[in-house]
C-alpha cells in the first residue's frame, strides 16, 4: 500500500486494496510510523479487513514500544477478527526516536529485548489468560489460535537470532536488491529456527521499486526517498539514492524477482513509490508472468 505517499485519501487506498486483493498477490502490506502524515496503522487495519476478501494482511512493520501492549493485541486481534484470521503481524523495534517521543514512549526500550517483553504480553492475551484481576479476559479472541502469525522486521543477524523463540519468520529488508547477501540472512534465520526445534521461518523480504524508463524510474525512488527518510539529512539521502531500491522495466523486474524465488523466498513485499495505481497494474501483470 502506498501508505508513505502525500495527499491520500479513502478512494485512492481502496482502490488499491481492490486490486491487490483481484490480483496474483499473496499478500497486502503496509508500515507504520508516527510523527509522519501516514494513516494510522490499525485503524487501516480495519478498513483494509472491510475491503478485501482473499489476500493475507501484513503489516510490514508495527512497533510494539510505540503502544500499549494489552491495547495493541487487541486491536491486532480485532483486525484478525474482521478478516477472518487473514493477518500477519510484522513487528520491530523502528529506526526513528521521533516516533518514540511523539507517543511518549522511552527510546531506552527501542531494543529486542523491550520488543519480546511486549510480544510475550500480547500472546498471554491472545491465549485467553487473563492480564488483570478482571472478570473476563481482554478480547476478543483471534480466529488465529495463539493469534497472528508474527515477523520480525530486521536486517541484522543478531536481531533474527534472538527472535527465533518467538517469531514465526523473517520480515527483512534489502536497500540495495542484494539477492545473495539477503539469502545469508535467511540462512541465518533457517539455523536459528532449526536450533530452537522451530518449522521452516517463513522468509519475507522487501524494497521500494519504481516501474519505468531509467532515469524516470529512479528519480521517482530518489523523490520517495526524500521524503520517507526526512530524518536523514539531504544529502546523505542523494548519495545512497542512485543504490536504494530497484527501478527499472517489467521485464527487469521479473529477472529479480525469480532470482529472489531461487534462494527460497517465500514472499517480497514490494515497497510504492508513488501512488500511481497504474504501477501496481504493471506489477500485477510481472507476478503473473512467475506462473
Not at 498471554?124 to 479476559?137: L, N
Request: proline share 7%; aromatic share 6%.
Amino acid at each position: 500500500m502506498p501508505v508513505m505517499e502525500p495527499n491520500l485519501d479513502a478512494a485512492t487506498l481502496k482502490e488499491w486494496a481492490g486490486v491487490i486483493d483481484s490480483g496474483p498477490f499473496s499478500s497486502l502490506c503496509w508500515g507504520e510510523r508516527i510523527a509522519f502524515d501516514n494513516p494510522d496503522s490499525l485503524t487501516l487495519l480495519g478498513a483494509l479487513a472491510a475491503w478485501t476478501d482473499r489476500v493475507r494482511l501484513v503489516t510490514t512493520v508495527v512497533v510494539p514500544q510505540l503502544h500499549d501492549p494489552v491495547m495493541l493485541a487487541k486491536g491486532l486481534a480485532t483486525g484478525d477478527m474482521l478478516s477472518g484470521g487473514r493477518l500477519t503481524v510484522g513487528i520491530g523495534v523502528g529506526g526513528r526516536h521521533e516516533d518514540y517521543h511523539a507517543v511518549g514512549a522511552d527510546p531506552a526500550t527501542q531494543t529486542m529485548r523491550g520488543m519480546a517483553e511486549r510480544v510475550a504480553v500480547m500472546k498471554r492475551v491472545w491465549s485467553g489468560e487473563k492480564v488483570t484481576d478482571s472478570v473476563v479476559p481482554v478480547g476478543p479472541p483471534p480466529v488465529q489460535a495463539g493469534g497472528p502469525p508474527l515477523l520480525v522486521g530486521t536486517i541484522g543477524p543478531k536481531t533474527v537470532r534472538s527472535a527465533a523463540t518467538w517469531a514465526d519468520g523473517l520480515a527483512g529488508m534489502t536497500l540495495d536488491v542484494n539477492v545473495d547477501k539477503q539469502n545469508e540472512l535467511f540462512d541465518v534465520a533457517r539455523r536459528a529456527w532449526a536450533e530452537a526445534g522451530k518449522p521452516k521461518p517463513h522468509l519475507a523480504t522487501s524494497f521500494w521499486f519504481a516501474l519505468g524508463d531509467g532515469d524516470a524510474a529512479r528519480a521517482q525512488v530518489h523523490r520517495h526517498l526524500r521524503r520517507y527518510m526526512n530524518w536523514i539529512p539531504a544529502e546523505y539521502v542523494d548519495a545512497m539514492a542512485p543504490t536504494t531500491g530497484w527501478a527499472g522495466s517489467e521485464d527487469e523486474l521479473l529477472s529479480v524477482l525469480k532470482k529472489f524465488a531461487d534462494v527460497g523466498t517465500d514472499e517480497v513485499h514490494l515497497i510504492p513509490t508513488s501512488p500511481d495505481i497504474d504501477q501496481l497494474r504493471r506489477v500485477a501483470d510481472v507476478v503473473r508472468g512467475l506462473g
